[in-house]
Nanobody, 128 residues
Framework: QVQLVESGGGSVQAGGSLRLSCIASGFTYGYSVSTYCMGWFRQAPGKEREGVATIDTYGSTRYSDSVKGRFTISRDNTKNTLYLQMNSLKPEDTALYYC??????????????????WGQGTQVTVSS
């Protein structure tokens, strides 16, 4: 059973930066963050959950239009850790951020996939 634990959230002023981390464990032998489609999602109060970014087994990344150019998703295979570097933060980025994982083999990795594994979330608050 894949387990995901996020950290790195906090409060920051608009224009600031944060880096979220997601440590993954519980992979079957031979599998890791590098063999899964990994993603970041967020949910603001009163709003639906939104896909933010994904990274596939080849290292290809996708971003929502709302964060493109400001956020960067990456991973460290040796640490089985997923990251989300968030720069030029805006008040509308305030949300609970989750990491998620799904095994897609050679399939397309994008936030519209059904992700079975989720972390507990880490809160990001951006003040104006």
């Amino acid at each position: 059973q894949v387990q995901l634990v996020e950290s790195g959230g906090g409060s920051v002023q608009a224009g600031g930066s944060l880096r979220l981390s997601c440590i993954a464990s519980g992979f079957t032998y031979g599998y890791s963050v590098s063999t899964y489609c990994m993603g970041w999602f967020r949910q603001a109060p009163g709003k639906e959950r939104e896909g933010v970014a994904t990274i596939d087994t080849y290292g290809s990344t996708r971003y929502s239009d709302s964060v493109k150019g400001r956020f960067t998703i990456s991973r460290d295979n040796t640490k089985n850790t997923l990251y989300l570097q968030m720069n030029s933060l805006k008040p509308e980025d305030t949300a609970l951020y989750y990491c998620a994982a799904v095994f897609v083999g050679g399939g397309v990795c994008y936030t519209g996939r059904s992700f079975p594994y989720w972390g507990q979330g880490t809160q990001v608050t951006v003040s104006s």
